[in-house]
């Protein structure tokens, strides 16, 4: 490493380092400038979202350094150009979606725009180079295409992977080392990556786990797309396939986990970009690994994937099938460590329930639609309390209870079955607390706790798969949930005022015996519902 790449380095490290914390206490003292966790989220407390602010600002740090020390003009070539406004733009659309939610198409729509301005620039994949071979194939139009698919594939594949304390950073922290290793007989290119990767170590102080700051929509975006933009810039717009195989060797794992995610999605109807908690650090932390095992886990793969990158590179690509052989080898021993294995290759069971859920799963997603835009219509808390119910009851739900900060709320059913099963969901932010559903169980039900059996409720085929089929159950759960929280937010806008039930009248709260005693509302079909 050359002294300007560890100044560079140091550079990073020092801005990011210095700048993390007066974020944190600007977050902390600024709530205009957070944004309520989603539903997906899973951490407890409100963590500031604007980690790639002190990102960014090691980036222009770094710049800067750049400018002062390359031997030629400093943003005057089209990659140049293309990297530096690109990186912006990138930023600024992921940070306005850290601010205020902008929503899949707005944001995939942004993605590309940018993207087309990259290829305008002239960075694209104008030809293959065959490593086996040496024959270069000109791709034409279609290398436009390619450019534009792997800049914003890139970019959302750092942001999905950004689901656990200090996962992404760390593995950007080491796709940054490939790429100064790549880039080194390119002077702007080796001092910018050196000096990003010393950004994300300081940056990492603070997100490893337990986090204090997250990277946030406008940090991955920003990463992604400089991962992506910088991979191109040392392809030589010409051989690209060592050039852009190594990045994709340190993220196989990412990639590996989004493939199934997409595939799971979209087997079972749900949108194919909807959070989740389904992701293989989900996984993990469900088996029992803690925060810092799941992360430590996932480097310690990624690191043997970083050196398999290396060796694609230093090969210029002639070794990238044996290196191909060794990673697979790797993702099945994993698989095998962790019990993936059997539902992994298990694919014909796999898409025939995933199909079968899918009709269910739709009329749930209309139903969630209907809730949410109904948070907009509905004057109290007691009015969305009974459109939850009314979703619920429709999908085929037997009891719900909610629980909030300073109120709890519990409907039944008045013909429920048992045996049942239930489902807790915890709510993030401001509307912290908690949702269970119960549904009966029946004879798909593939998980039936000991001596339960006699006392199923058969199994009416008018609505198999039924609500009480394991992973349906789940699933709708999740959206019920999920559907409830978006039109809480929905109506908060509406009706800014705390969150808790209806006030009652002032002789009735001023009974402490009558306080205790819950409150009858009347639904459709006779069914009360019950506020404790």
């Not at 990102?55 to 770094?62: D, N, V, Y």
Request: aromatic share 10%; hydrophobic share 50%.
């Amino acid at each position: 490493m050359s002294l300007y790449s560890m100044l560079a380095c140091l550079i990073g490290f020092a801005i990011a380092f210095a700048c993390v914390p007066v974020i944190i206490r600007f977050s902390r003292r600024a709530p205009a400038w957070r944004r309520s966790p989603d539903f997906h989220h899973t951490h407890k407390q409100p963590i500031p979202r604007l980690g790639g602010l002190a990102l960014l600002a090691a980036f222009l740090g770094t710049e800067g350094f750049v400018a002062l020390t390359s031997s030629g003009a400093w943003l005057q070539t089209p990659s140049d150009f293309a990297v530096f406004f690109g990186s912006l733009a990138m930023f600024g659309l992921g940070f306005w979606d850290d601010l205020k939610p902008l929503g899949a198409r707005k944001k995939l729509l942004g993605q590309v725009l940018i993207a087309c301005g990259v290829c305008a620039c002239g960075l694209s994949i104008s030809a293959l180079s065959i490593p086996f071979t040496g024959t270069k194939v000109a791709l034409h139009g279609a290398g436009i295409v390619l450019t534009m698919l792997w800049l914003v594939g890139i970019t959302n594949l750092i942001n999905l992977i950004d689901g656990a304390d200090g996962l992404a950073g760390g593995i950007c922290l080491m796709l940054m080392l490939l790429l100064a290793y790549t880039g080194r007989f390119q002077e702007n290119v080796g001092l910018l990556a050196c000096g990003m990767a010393g950004a994300l170590l300081g940056f990492l102080k603070y997100n490893f786990p337990p986090a204090r700051i997250y990277l946030g929509d406008g940090g991955a975006y920003f990463l992604g797309f400089l991962i992506g933009v910088l991979s191109l810039v040392n392809s030589h717009k010409g051989s690209v396939f060592a050039a852009l195989a190594a990045p994709m060797f340190v993220l196989a794992l990412p990639i590996l986990d989004t493939s199934i995610a997409i595939l799971r999605r979209g087997l079972r109807g749900l949108p194919i970009f909807r959070p989740d908690r389904r992701h293989l650090h989900h996984h993990l932390q469900g088996i029992g690994f803690s925060h810092r095992k799941v992360v430590w886990s996932f480097y310690g793969v990624t690191l043997i994937f970083l050196l398999l990158g290396f060796g694609a590179v230093t090969s210029a690509g002639h070794w990238v099938p044996g290196l191909l052989g060794v990673g697979m080898l790797v993702l099945l021993i994993c698989a095998g460590n962790l019990s993936f294995s059997r539902s992994w290759f298990d694919i014909g069971n796999v898409v025939g329930n995933s199909l079968e859920m899918r009709r269910e799963i739709q009329y749930a997603l209309s139903l969630m639609r209907w809730l949410e835009l109904d948070g907009d219509r509905c004057k109290s808390l007691d009015d969305l309390w009974a459109s939850l119910l009314f979703t619920a009851q429709k999908l085929g739900f037997t009891a719900v209870t909610l629980t909030l900060k300073d109120a709890r709320w519990h409907w039944q059913h008045p013909e429920a079955r048992e045996p049942s099963q239930s489902r807790r969901q915890d709510l993030q932010g401001e509307f912290s607390g908690a949702l269970e559903l119960r549904a009966a169980y029946c004879a798909r039900s593939a998980h039936i706790p000991p001596g339960v059996v006699l006392g199923l409720a058969p199994c009416d085929p008018a609505r198999c798969p039924c609500v009480s089929e394991d992973r349906l159950f789940e699933i709708l759960t999740e959206l019920v949930a999920e559907g409830w929280t978006k039109a809480v937010a929905r109506w908060r806008r509406a009706n800014p005022t705390p969150l808790s039930p209806a006030p009652e009248p002032a002789s009735v709260a001023a009974d402490p015996t009558a306080s205790s005693a819950p409150s009858q509302l009347r639904l459709p079909g006779s069914i009360a519902m019950e506020r404790e």
